[in-house]
């Protein structure tokens, strides 16, 4: 009789190792996936904050350029289609649009 108790308790111990190794395995390999996963992410992220620094860097030099006249006159030929006086615009008609009507 001691040696079924002893041989029962062999196995009960025998298939709840199992089922904690089955579990620790699961679990290690799901960590495993979601740090490969934010790490991916991380890079991502990386590469939109570096975009978006030369985004800055670009729009700080439109800035500093926005106080020159040569800046005010670039807007008003290119979002305005305004000409300085006594100035001649020629208009190409094989073109479809002329660069001087580019939103009308």
Known sequence: MAKKKRKKKLKLIHVLLSFLFIYVSTVFFNQ?????????????????????KLTIEDLNRQVESSHTLEFVEKIAREDFGMVKPREIIYIDKNKEKSSAFKDQ
């Open 32 to 52: 495993n996936r979601m740090l490969d996963e934010l790490e991916a992410k991380k890079q991502e992220n990386i590469s939109e904050i570096n975009q978006l």
